[in-house]
């Protein structure tokens, strides 16, 4: 069974950083990609925002636009982690963000192609 557990989330201030991580288990090979997601909160109806997504077997990374040249996401693969390193946060950075997990992935970083994952960690980014 598939696995996924998020920290790091919590409440900064704009123009800060936060670090986020998502320990991984149940996969026995590296052919698998995490990615990261975001939901506004209280507004559990929405889609689920796609942030950014990396392949654990060759390192290909996607990112949003919004994330781009902010957002750093990364993978010890020794230690099955992955990061999501956020700088310059913006008060719309607010939101729970999600990592979660695919099996032979395709690389599309869209949340219906993921199908494990975590419990999920807040951020708020304040003004």
């Known amino acids: 069974e598939v696995q996924l557990v998020e920290s790091g989330g919590g409440l900064v201030q704009a123009g800060g950083s936060l670090r986020l991580s998502c320990v991984v288990s149940?996969?026995?090979?590296?052919?698998?990609?995490i990615g990261w997601f975001r939901q506004t909160p209280g507004n559990e109806r929405a889609e689920r925002e796609k942030?950014?997504?990396?392949?654990?077997?060759?390192?290909?990374?996607y990112y949003n636009n919004f994330a781009e040249g902010r957002f750093t996401i990364s993978s010890d693969n020794a230690e099955n982690t992955v990061f999501l390193q956020m700088d310059s946060l913006k008060p719309e950075d607010t939101a729970v963000y999600y990592c979660?997990?695919?099996?032979?992935?395709?690389?599309?970083?869209?949340?219906?192609?993921?199908?494990?994952w975590g419990q999920g960690t807040q951020v708020t980014v304040s003004t």
């Open positions: 942030v950014s997504c990396i392949s654990i077997s060759d390192g290909y990374t």
């Open positions: 149940g996969f026995t090979n590296d052919d698998y990609a």
């Open positions: 979660a997990a695919r099996l032979h992935w395709f690389r599309l970083c869209v949340p219906e192609q993921f199908g494990s």
